[in-house]
T-cell receptor
Framework: DAKTTQPPSMDCAEGRAANLPCNHSTISGNEYVYWYRQIHSQGPQYIIHGLKNNETNEMASLIITEDRKSSTLILPHATLRDTAVYYCIVRVADDMRFGAGTRLTVKP | DGGITQSPKYLFRKEGQNVTLSCEQNLNHDAMYWYRQDPGQGLRLIYYSQIVNDFQKGDIAEGYSVSREKKESFPLTVTSAQKNPTAFYLC???????????????FGAGSRLTVL
């Protein structure tokens, strides 16, 4: 089973920040949190990952709580092209299991 | 450019036939993975391999088989024992094998299998 819990769907207005939450309350000390997104009928695309500290790259920011039990992916200025399913995953041993993800719909 | 190539992109099969989906990577990655995705659903892990000549079952391995004879190749065979094989199949690879470090996956474009 996936070790993460995400809301099944979210909406966001174009140009606004999209904040996607993820709960991973059973995460171990050396497990990373990863975020991917999947646009319809394509392979998932890596977005960002983190261990303890907040991370930022050209696509998004990742905020991890101090107790590491939850995190938030932030798309600072969402566009229509950001409409996709977003997956938050935590590495389980040597494999990578995906949950159902959050379907983000960016609306004009 | 480095990446993962899956073929064929679309495949049709008659019931009772085995089919093999190809996955090749030129990223020099140690680990490779196969996932299945049904319409509107998330990804489910079929098999994964951390090193050549070794692989492990994922959550839904029944009716599938794999081989890892070369580092760059990880073909998936959908056998006639798989009762409902129509799905979107995704192959992925990552640079970290048994390491506890970060393990970013790179995905292929997928193969869509339809059983007629």
């Amino acid at each position: 089973d996936a070790k993460t819990t995400q809301p099944p769907s979210m909406d966001c207005a174009e140009g606004r920040a999209a904040n996607l939450p993820c709960n991973h309350s059973t995460i171990s000390g050396n497990e990373y949190v990863y975020w991917y997104r999947q646009i319809h009928s394509q392979g998932p695309q890596y977005i960002i990952h983190g261990l303890k500290n907040n991370e930022t790259n050209e696509m998004a920011s990742l905020i991890i709580t101090e107790d590491r039990k939850s995190s938030t992916l932030i798309l600072p200025h969402a566009t229509l092209r950001d409409t996709a399913v977003y997956y938050c995953i935590v590495r389980v041993a040597d494999d990578m299991r995906f949950g159902a993800g959050t379907r983000l719909t960016v609306k004009p | 450019d480095g990446g993962i190539t899956q073929s064929p992109k679309y495949l049709f099969r008659k019931e009772g036939q085995n089919v093999t989906l190809s996955c090749e990577q030129n990223l020099n990655h140690d680990a490779m993975y196969w996932y299945r995705q049904d319409p509107g659903q998330g990804l489910r892990l079929i098999y994964y391999s951390q090193i050549v000549n070794d692989f492990q079952k994922g959550d839904i391995a029944e009716g599938y088989s794999v081989s890892r004879e070369k580092k760059e190749s990880f073909p998936l065979t959908v056998t006639s024992a798989q009762k409902n094989p129509t799905a979107f199949y995704l192959c992925a690879s990552s640079g970290q094998g048994f390491s506890s470090g970060a393990n970013v996956l790179t995905f292929g474009a997928g193969s869509r299998l339809t059983v007629l």
